[in-house]
């Protein structure tokens, strides 16, 4: 057969093979999950991938959990330490575990191909202990799936159900799961994904996992000194505390510091009989009593000269505030309180001031110890919530100041019999700058970066899944000092659900925001920096 007999049999059956192979090339890239990352994966298509992963991340998140983590445990924490070693070294991290003057933190490090900058994600495995009695389980080191009941509580499921189905109003109940050893699992498994679909981030990925966060991290500033050139990043991600109570996606851009003090004011000697004493003997509950009801107004404002001094909005943080989809109702109805504070003009905005908190008092014992008597002396522990407007030094040292106004002499030591007997009103008075507020500006290029990837992330159907945008969040994180020694900026992304009873029994996460969160993680992995 000649060269010409062969194109003229040939050419046409070569032809369509051809025009076949095109089509299956594109069916593979359009169809194919292994290649879902390699163009700017859909919403729809990351849901894919975040379905298939969800049975893998609840085991794993369960296994995770079975190991007590207690932060006044040393030998839990290292246990801990150990098992979160093995499971970022699976994922082809570099880990080392850095020595504190306390118990020690994890870094884990992987570089990428043409990456040239790198962002730092800050988790904690420690937890809050338990009080086993109080929980609805046998063991709150055992996770538990349940769902929600008719009647508003949680019960265990009836069966198990088959690894392909996952309900998103189901929950995971145990201690951490939410706080925080869940978002860990959300990260690990996001990063299984992008593995799995060999891609890499565009950027270099550093990981920090904090030992001692539920006690403060008192070792984490020495720390940062010891370890700041192996820390060094451009952006920082603390993946802590819960999302907006909408579960929609969340990005916080600060959160409040937190100082305290402690006053005690003093009656007799020792406590008297309240009916050879009452009405001779001064009782310093009710000294106590006064001197906080003049620290604030009825409608909840601190009435200490200068407390909210320099903080004001603009008209675009005013816009940002009410963007929030907070609904009042729903909060006052949750918390069963018919009026709030009057301290902003709705729940963001309170926020953005400082707040003075009594956290607890105690005079003379209540109860079955109680006796009739004039106390001998009574205390009360504040906290204050900073913002970064006000110092924490300042901050007590106007509260004492308002103290000496009313009348009291405050001392810095437990008052000798001599000062008794000197002094009408007695103060102790021992206070602490705490930690400090931050707030990332939300139009700095790493706001850019992070809104853009989840709102790409989450898709616009069925509605525009733009995140919610907190400009700072009430509750206090201990990340200031890496903002401060590595000299970055820093965002919250949150990703569990508030109603997640933290630090409390029963502690819980929503496996919709599991699901949420591993898609977050995704997000931010697959998306160029700007």
Not at 137 to 148: I, Y
Not at 308 to 327: L, N, Q, R, S
Not at 442 to 452: A, Y
Request: glycine share 6%; proline share 7%; charged share 20%.
């Amino acid at each position: 057969m000649t060269f010409q007999q062969t194109n003229q049999y040939y050419y046409p059956f070569v032809k369509l093979r051809c025009q076949c192979l095109v089509w299956i090339a594109f069916w593979l890239v359009v169809s194919y999950p292994g290649s879902v990352l390699a163009q700017s994966p859909s919403s729809k298509q990351i849901d894919a991938l975040v379905d298939k992963q969800l049975w893998p991340a609840i085991d794993e998140l369960s296994a995770y959990v079975a190991l007590p983590n207690d932060a006044v445990n040393a030998s839990d924490i290292l246990n801990n330490i150990a098992w979160t070693e093995k499971a970022l070294a699976k994922r082809g991290f570099q880990t080392t575990v850095l020595k504190t003057a306390n118990l020690p933190l994890v870094l884990a490090e992987k570089t990428f191909p043409k990456a040239t900058q790198t962002v730092l994600f800050y988790f904690h495995l420690d937890g809050q202990p338990v009080r086993a009695n109080e929980w609805n389980q046998k063991d709150p080191f055992v996770t538990v799936l349940k769902e929600k009941t008719g009647a508003g509580d949680y019960k265990e499921l009836s069966s198990n159900p088959p690894k392909t189905v996952v309900n998103d109003e189901w929950r995971l109940f145990g201690r951490s799961t939410s706080d925080d050893k869940g978002p860990i699992i959300m990260m690990l498994n996001a990063l299984d994904i992008v593995q799995d679909q060999k891609k890499t981030p565009p950027f270099n990925v550093k990981i920090i996992i904090d030992s001692e966060e539920e006690k403060g991290s008192p070792s984490l500033k020495g720390a940062l000194d010891t370890y700041k050139d192996k820390l060094r990043a451009d952006y920082m991600i603390v993946m802590d505390g819960p999302m907006h109570s909408s579960n929609l996606p969340t990005l916080t851009f600060g959160c409040r510091g937190n100082a305290g003090f402690t006053i005690t004011t003093y009656g007799p000697a020792t406590p008297q009989h309240s009916g050879h004493f009452g009405n001779y003997a001064p009782n310093p509950a009710f000294r106590l009593a006064r001197l906080i009801t003049s620290m604030k107004d009825e409608q909840g404002r601190v009435l200490i000269p200068d407390f909210y001094e320099g903080i004001a909005f603009d008209d675009e943080t005013k816009k940002i505030m009410a963007a929030v989809p907070d609904k009042e109702q729903d909060i006052n109805k949750a918390l069963l309180i018919t009026q709030e504070d009057k301290v902003g003009s709705n729940y963001q905005e309170s926020l953005q001031y400082p707040s003075l908190n009594v956290r607890g008092m105690k005079s003379a014992e209540i109860g079955k110890g109680a006796a009739t008597i004039v106390p001998s002396e009574a205390t009360a522990l504040f906290d204050i919530r900073l913002v970064p407007e006000t110092d924490g030094k300042r901050m007590v040292e106007l509260v004492r100041k308002h103290i000496e106004k009313q009348g009291f002499t405050v001392l810095d030591h437990v008052p000798t019999p001599e000062e008794r007997l000197k002094y009408a009103q007695l103060v102790y008075f021992e206070g602490n700058a705490g930690t400090p507020a931050f707030r990332t500006n939300i139009n700095e290029p790493m706001g850019v970066w992070l809104r853009k990837a989840l709102t790409d992330g989450f898709g616009k159907d069925p509605v525009r899944r733009d995140p919610v945008i907190i400009r700072i969040m009430g509750g206090t994180v201990p990340v200031v000092p890496f903002i401060q020694a590595l000299n970055i900026p820093a965002v919250i992304v949150p990703l569990v659900n508030m109603d997640n009873n933290q630090h409390s029994p029963n502690e819980n996460l929503r496996l919709g925001n599991l699901r949420t969160g591993i898609k977050t993680c995704l997000s931010i992995l697959t998306t160029p920096l700007n």
